[in-house]
């Protein structure tokens, strides 16, 4: 786990997506890290409920974890990687939904790889032990089932007229005359890579200032 977020920060930070990057400058840093470890759900995790931000989002999240008691270093790493998550949400760069699945994928393979353990415990004598691990295996299943939901909200836009890749942009450029010699300007800006494979607009890139097709990556110019 601990591998895990190091490589996490060494390959995402510093972010070559300039208005991906937090600011901090109306805001203190101390105030933000308190707010992301006692409330997540108002970073980026909170993109994991159908109502931004939703109240009870974090309690729901801690609570979540708490099945996985059963294998300490399993609740452990949920929770260190959810602290953390929300740590870099606030402080570094913000996320959204994708960004969100990944921590509750994470969270989800733990369940599975430490069901053996939680399965003992559902069928121990205590009943209050039992009700303590049913109920945060059912907050994790309310998780996902908003997630379905989401899912399906998404998936009835999908039929509109939006332009969802390049070639839907070139149908669009050609459909209006007035666009014809329109100047493209994308964000971020390697979203018109694609573009001159369709059509001749000229592509502008804001922050390098000029002209071009290729958004530089990692300081390399490509």
């Known amino acids: 786990m601990t591998a895990g977020l190091a490589v996490c920060g060494i390959t995402i930070l510093p972010t070559f997506n300039d208005a991906a990057v937090a600011d901090l ?71 959204g939904e994708r960004h969100a ?59 509109g007229s939006r332009v969802e890749s390049s070639a839907d942009l070139d149908r669009l450029i050609r459909s209006r005359p007035e666009l014809a010699k329109a100047t493209i300007a994308a964000e971020p800006e390697y979203l018109a890579e694609a573009l001159p494979y369709y059509i001749n607009n000229p592509i502008y890139l804001t922050r390098e200032h000029k002209f071009g097709t290729c958004a530089p990556r990692s300081g390399l110019q490509w």
């Not at 509750?104 to 121990?124: E, P, V």
């Open 101 to 159: 699945l990944v921590w509750f994928c994470f969270c989800l393979s733990l369940y599975w790889t430490s069901w053996d353990r939680i399965a003992d415990c559902l069928s121990g004598n205590k009943h209050c032990v039992r009700m303590r691990w049913f109920a945060s295996a059912a907050l994790l299943v309310i998780m996902a089932c908003q997630q379905v939901s989401l899912g399906l909200k998404k998936a009835a836009l999908v039929g």
């Open 25 to 95: 400058s109306m805001t203190s840093p101390v105030e933000l890290a308190l707010s992301a470890l006692f409330n997540p759900a108002s970073t980026t995790p909170g993109a994991l409920f159908l109502a931004k931000p939703i109240p009870i989002g974090s309690p729901i999240l801690f609570d979540a974890m708490l099945g996985l008691l059963a294998r300490p270093a399993a609740f452990a790493a949920a929770l260190i990687s959810l602290l953390v998550f929300s740590l870099i949400s606030n402080l570094a760069s913000a996320g």
